[in-house]
């Protein structure tokens, strides 16, 4: 039963580690755009995105401690964990900033 919960768990988190990717890539090319209204629509969805993430790893030890693969970077959780939350934080500054 612990390895399924592992395997699946894994594979969860690895799905939505390829969805922050690409979340995070339309991020980045609406704030070079200045395009603010819609960076602040993918800066929240990247932010229930890393939610669902960190509660997936969450549901096994075997998730916690591995390795994972996030824009060509090996990481582990903790180390997402803060990339993702200095990225959002950065990502809100500049578009409050600009009034959105």
Do not use: H, P, W
């Amino acid at each position: 039963m612990g390895l399924f919960n592992a395997y699946k768990s894994l594979s969860k988190a690895n799905d939505t580690l390829k969805r922050l990717e690409y979340t995070f890539g339309r991020l980045q090319t609406n704030m070079d755009l200045c395009n603010y209204s819609a960076a602040r629509s993918y800066c929240n969805d990247a932010a229930s995105l890393v939610r669902t993430f960190l509660e997936t790893v969450e549901q096994s030890k075997t998730a916690e401690i591995s390795m994972y693969t996030f824009m060509g970077q090996k990481m582990r959780v903790m180390q997402l964990a803060m990339f993702f939350n200095e990225a959002l934080q950065s990502a809100n500054a500049i578009i409050s900033k600009n009034g959105y």
